[in-house]
């Protein structure tokens, strides 16, 4: 598994040693929870994205949605146009802090079938996202 590094902050670092904060993309767009899926997959296409950060009404981070995920659940019978992303995501999804190792956030997203998992800080606040390398 190769993972996007845009800026190395810390080139002399050990590779063992590596944290997520190494490696991290710019976060993109973020939106709120209500968002309804049609305007969420609005936003990745003009925003050229292949996924959106979720937030709640306080600012926190409450998952990632790809477009992928997004386009299957539009296409599904259940679906209706009132959709919202916090009834997709259900419980927050998995997350990393800036001092995860890269070890432990490649393992996570490979155990889990991820392509991006989001970064977040203390107080639960998105900073950026980690993902893998086109």
Do not use: F, K, W
Not at 42 to 47: D, K, N, P, R, V
């Amino acid at each position: 598994m190769t993972l996007v590094q845009m800026q190395p902050r810390s080139a002399n670092a050990h590779p063992a040693h590596r944290t997520v904060d190494d490696a991290m993309e710019a976060a993109g767009p973020q939106v709120c929870d209500d968002m309804t899926v049609e305007v969420a997959l609005a936003i990745m296409a003009s925003a050229r994205t292949g996924h959106l950060l979720v937030c709640d009404e306080d600012g926190l981070c409450t998952g990632l949605v790809t477009q992928a995920q997004l386009a299957a659940i539009r296409d599904s019978a259940a679906y209706t146009d009132r959709d919202r992303l916090r009834d997709l995501l259900g419980d927050r999804g998995p997350v990393a802090s800036p001092v995860t190792t890269m070890a432990e956030a490649e393992h996570a997203m490979r155990y889990r079938l991820l392509d991006a998992l989001p970064v977040v800080d203390e107080q639960g606040s998105a900073l950026d996202v980690l993902a893998h390398a086109r």
